[in-house]
């Protein structure tokens, strides 16, 4: 059955479609062959994203998922294994790809509700050298982490015990200006220590696709040759390479506006009885809906042209983004509230 036409669309911020300004600008986009290097667009997009993270290269990929298993690829050889919170991106959600592809071991360790990692359990999960054991290479932390900013001392706390331990550190930056947003710092800031990061173009920025993987001259080299292999080399690239200049210019500074409508979001939905509202930090709302609630609202919100994302248990997610502005929040308040007054 095809639902109602979708107006209001809070799921993911993947969801933006181009702006027509930006795609003026990936039509007016220079362009070509970039896998022989000759697509001065994508050049000048892998250079700028990498000065701005204060890292040496850039490599401009298809997608996060491809990016953060070219990385893995590059810091990790067959047998060695990456240490990761169970929940974490490039464990759970790309389809076992490092494992399957890679021939990489993930060992997922648990996630504390503050989205962190604790030490002790990094330490302890690092193998001893030992025929047994897949050999520990590598640390992945996320950030933002479900819509969590990660705590700064934690982060340099992860870093540091990397670097004792001779491990390499890979920061899955999918929403990274998300969180320098949120904390009011650079991107550069939060990317200190790690030796790869990679960050979506297609997420809040509202690009229609591409991720960024910086690291250091030979880190990079090794990811592009994954890259192809994968699959990711990619001809007259320019094209999206603008969109992402496009989006680094116009886009980066209105995601304080994502992040204040995600807070009135919340507001407004905490007000309402039968829901329990999580403080966002990010662009993320999460909700768990009581009983009553959780059956029926998903239909109702569709029949007025609002989708949110909605998991088993009542757990719903809203993100906000740059095709829903604060007339579209107040009309899902208003939505929520009316459905909830009809379940009393
Ligand atoms: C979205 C996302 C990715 C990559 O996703 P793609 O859909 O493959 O671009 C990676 N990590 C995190 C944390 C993400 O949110």
Redesign the pocket.
Known sequence: MQSKTIRFDFRSD?VTRPTPQMRSAMAAAEVGDDVLGDDPTVKTLEARVAARFGKEAGLLL???????LAAIMSHCQRGEEFLCGTE???YL??AGGAAVLGSVQPQPLPVRPDGTISIDDLRAAVKADDPHFAITRLVTI?N??VGRILRQDYVDEVVGFARDRKLATHL????IFNAATGLGVSVASLAEGFDSV?V?L??GLGAP?G?ILVGDVALIARARRWRKMLGGGMRQAGIFAAAGLYALDHHVDRLIDDHANARALAQGLSGIKGLTVTPPQSNMVFVTLALELANGLSEALRDRGIAASFWPGGRMRWVTHLDVDSAAVDEAIGAVREFAETRR
Do not use: I, Q, Y
Request: proline share 4%; hydrophobic share 30%.
């Open positions: 993947t298809p997608t996060g998922t491809m990016a953060n974490a991106h490039a959600w790309e996320e933002t982490f899955d930056g999918a929403r990679s979506c297609s997420k696709l991720s």
